[in-house]
């Protein structure tokens, strides 16, 4: 990995009609940290995290992961190059059993399909075990070892974002996008939810956040970015941020 931060985002602007959903916004995120992107409803946050995907292309701005330029790649280069972005609403397929669905992220990967082409049938099967294999440890680190077997269908809310993470997990990416990963799940898997993604930091991954919940973000972020009507308004450590006034003023409330 090059020098410096791992994602670096320069005057990114993206407007929708009229609306200007995102403005001129540079931020940076450095590998190993968990860094928390806050802001009131339609702040731009969620469209800020899918230029930074590729889903959308920025109207202007330079998006960089580790020393490369991906602004303008379409999505799948854009996990090609390290990232991830897990759904704001879980995309599993309902009718496999979780490990599939594990085995299948790893799958979509770009590259994995040239496994058996370039390796022949015995090491396509054993690249399979392998995956099937990685997809149990995966699981197991988000806590869904004993459904494995189980339809995808059939996990409750929180279990499916526990399984966005384990299939994020699962193409081995440098930087993970959550949107709001705890919206919506009930506060016990919500907070070991956020106990795994606090332990993957402590292993050296890479995660940008976010989340409503300013408990979480003060307690578990290393950095904070504001976001206001489109702009960057503050960023900071969660001390700094908390006690920011345009950020009392214009989020917080006070
Ligand atoms: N595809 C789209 N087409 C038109 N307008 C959009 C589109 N996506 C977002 N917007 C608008 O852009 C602005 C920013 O929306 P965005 O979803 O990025 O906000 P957000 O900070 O994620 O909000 P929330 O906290 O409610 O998720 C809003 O005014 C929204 O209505
Ligand atoms: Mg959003």
């Not at 940008?208 to 702009?231: K, N, T």
Request: one cysteine or more; hydrophobic letters at 45%; proline letters at 6%.
């Amino acid at each position: 990995m090059t020098e410096g931060p791992l994602l670096r985002v320069r005057g990114l602007s993206k407007a929708f009609g009229g609306i200007r959903a995102v403005d001129a916004c540079s931020l940076e995120v450095h590998a190993g940290t968990i860094t928390g992107l806050i802001g009131p409803n339609g702040a731009g946050k969620s469209t800020l995290f899918n230029i930074v995907a590729g889903l959308y292309a920025p109207d202007e701005g330079e998006i960089w992961l580790g020393g490369r330029r991906i602004d303008g790649l379409p999505p799948h280069l854009v996990v090609a190059a390290g990232l991830m972005k897990t759904w704001q609403v879980p995309r599993e397929f309902r009718n496999l059993p979780v490990l599939d669905n594990a085995i299948l992220a790893a799958r979509g990967h770009p590259g994995e399909g040239l496994v058996s082409l370039l390796l022949g049938p015995r090491a396509a099967m054993r690249h399979e075990a392998f995956l099937e294999e990685k997809a149990r440890r995966t699981l197991g680190l988000v806590g869904l070892a004993e459904l494995a077997e189980a339809p995808a269908g059939s996990l409750s809310g929180g279990q499916k974002k526990l399984l966005e993470l384990a299939r994020a997990l699962m193409a081995d990416p440098v930087l993970i996008l959550l949107d709001e990963p705890m919206a919506g799940v009930n506060p016990v898997l919500a907070g070991r939810l956020m106990e795994i993604i606090d332990r993957l930091r402590r292993e050296g991954h890479t995660f940008f956040l976010i989340e409503h919940d300013m408990e979480v973000v003060m307690s578990r972020c290393d950095r904070i970015i504001v976001m206001h009507e489109g702009r960057k308004i503050a960023e900071g450590l969660p001390l700094e941020v908390r006690t920011n006034p345009v950020v009392l003023d214009s989020y917080l409330g006070g």
